[in-house]
């Protein structure tokens, strides 16, 4: 626990309260620890690299980051988003999931405890992510870096705090796997259009933003 969150308790009384009704599963978990501060800090500094970033590039030039490392990294994106989908599937599937309206099971079950860290997985991903616009700053691809880009990257590691927190289970499953899945499409093509003789190729590049959208 930190400070600024023991402060927090004592001053919001229905926050100490929350915190009673965390899910116990997951209080300990890696930047869980039933504690907003280290996901916040995260989100902080990305929002400070996204604000600095581009004025300490302005009059440089931009970084050479390797072919090797783009494609390494979104194709490691590509198959860790399979993997979440694969894992939710089957775990939702074995626990025979009302696929409309599931209600959280706080229970240690294989296959309940399968979805619940695979949403671990999902929600350290997010701070994963954040180099996708740290790779647009350094190779001064400003234009890439919209309102709603960072908007999306800065607020969904707290949101997943949150939900990890109190709901790491039930129909929380659902947005994982439709973002994921979405993910396969959209990191495949920005690992492969890294290379020259494939970049022709990829024409599922006009369904990328259509994909995000929905």
């Known amino acids: 626990m930190t400070w ?6 004592e001053q919001i009384p229905s926050y100490k309260h929350a915190l009673k009704q965390a899910d116990p599963r997951t209080k300990d978990w ?3 620890w039933a504690d907003p501060i280290p996901a916040i800090t995260l989100a902080l500094i990305y929002i400070f690299i996204v604000a600095f970033g581009p004025r300490y590039m302005r009059n440089r030039e931009a970084f050479h980051v390797p072919s ?8 490691s994106l590509v198959a860790l988003s399979i993997y979440m989908v694969e894992e939710v599937v089957v775990g939702i599937y074995r626990s025979k999931y009302n696929l409309l309206c599931q209600q959280l099971n706080v229970s240690t079950d294989e296959n309940e ?3 619940t860290n695979v949403l671990w997985f999902y929600f350290f991903s997010k701070a994963i992510e954040f180099m996708d616009t740290i790779f647009m700053i350094a190779r001064k ?5 919209t309102f709603l880009h960072v ?4 607020t969904m590691l707290i ?11 039930g129909q929380a499953w659902f947005g994982p796997v439709l973002n994921s899945a979405v993910h396969v499409f959209m ?27 929905v």
């Open 141 to 145: 691809r400003f234009t890439q870096i």
């Open 187 to 213: 990191y495949a093509y920005y690992g492969l259009s890294v290379v020259p003789s494939l970049r022709e190729k990829l024409w599922w590049k006009k369904y990328i933003t259509l994909f995000q959208l």
């Open 68 to 75: 090797w490392i783009l494609f390494i990294y979104n194709m």
């Open 30 to 32: 890696f930047l869980l």
């Open 151 to 154: 908007f999306h990257h800065s």
């Open 4 to 9: 600024l969150n023991d402060w927090l308790k």
């Open 159 to 169: 949101i997943w705090w949150i939900v990890m927190t109190w709901i790491p289970g």
């Open 113 to 115: 405890m399968k979805v």
